[in-house]
């Protein structure tokens, strides 16, 4: 039952970023900005999507599965250092790669610190929530997949901001 509401929560806040998303990229259109990166787009959201059906069939096989408390705590941390990521971009926070021409970066709040905060969430967010509940085999499948998907994004997003 755990796992359920888990998940259920998981892919809520999932749905709310990509409608706050949808919501910044008319903005983001309606000012100018440029997109980036449109061909793995596509294969993004088909990993991701892959990533909550591996979860639950994982679960699904794996029972009876054990419930790490920390490791949910950690998740409990990376949303809100994830919430601090979005509201600092605020409009320009978006799940596909936009840019404003000569707008200049944001390099406040956790910008100061790492140039692509958001990318270091989602790699503890993939490990993580299947750790929760030692799903071992999404959790390093996802994180590879992850890995190569955001190799290929940040150089998509990196070509962005030279413009």
Known sequence: MIFII???????????????????????IQHGA??????HYPFMISL????????????????????NLFLLFVYAFMIIIKTWVVLTLGKFWNVK?????????????FYS?????????????????????QLYYTAVIFSILNAIMLFIRI?????????
């Open 97 to 109: 790669i936009y840019h404003i021409p000569n707008v200049p970066l944001i390099k406040h709040g």
């Open 34 to 39: 440029l997109e980036f990166g449109q061909k």
């Open 6 to 28: 888990f998940i259920s929560i998981v892919i809520l806040l999932r749905i709310g970023e990509l409608i706050y998303s949808r919501s910044n990229e008319k903005w983001l």
């Open 113 to 133: 610190i790492f140039k692509h905060p958001n990318y270091m969430i989602v790699i503890i967010e993939i490990a993580v929530i299947p750790l929760i509940f």
């Open 155 to 163: 150089r998509e997003e990196n070509k962005a901001i030279r413009i």
């Open 48 to 67: 991701h999507m892959l990533f909550f059906v591996s979860l639950i069939v994982e679960y699904s096989i794996k029972q009876p599965v054990a419930f």
